[in-house]
Nanobody, 120 residues
Framework: QVQLVESGGGEVQAGGSLRLSCAAS????????MGWYRQAPGKQRELVAI???????NYADSVKGRFTISRDNAKNTVYLQMNSLKPEDTAVYYC??????????????WGQGTQVTVSS
């Protein structure tokens, strides 16, 4: 099994920055993709960013140019640098991962979530 633990959430004013981290432990040898989803109150969970072990990256249109995803494969850790934050970025952010062989996607493993609140 794989355990994902997020850190770095909090409250920030609009225009500010936060950096989320997610460390994977357990059976991490077969993890391919890692990334982030978010869920705002009353809304569906949405994909924010995804990165493969080989460095393939995709972002939601709503965060392109403001958020940057990166990972340290040696540390089994993925990061999300969030700049120019907006109130609409307020959500619970979930780290997720998937094994190699299931395709370029997330959703096999989940963290507990970390709250990001952006005030206007």
């Amino acid at each position: 099994q794989v355990q994902l633990v997020e850190s770095g959430g909090g409250e920030v004013q609009a225009g500010g920055s936060l950096r989320l981290s997610c460390a994977a432990s357990g059976s991490t040898f077969n993890i391919n993709t890692m990334g982030w989803y978010r869920q705002a109150p009353g809304k569906q969970r949405e994909l924010v960013a995804i990165i493969s072990s080989g460095g393939r990256i995709n972002y939601a249109d709503s965060v392109k140019g403001r958020f940057t995803i990166s990972r340290d494969n040696a540390k089994n850790t993925v990061y999300l640098q969030m700049n120019s934050l907006k109130p609409e970025d307020t959500a619970v952010y979930y780290c997720s991962a998937a094994r190699a062989g299931v395709g370029y996607r997330l959703g096999e493993y989940w963290g507990q979530g970390t709250q990001v609140t952006v005030s206007s």
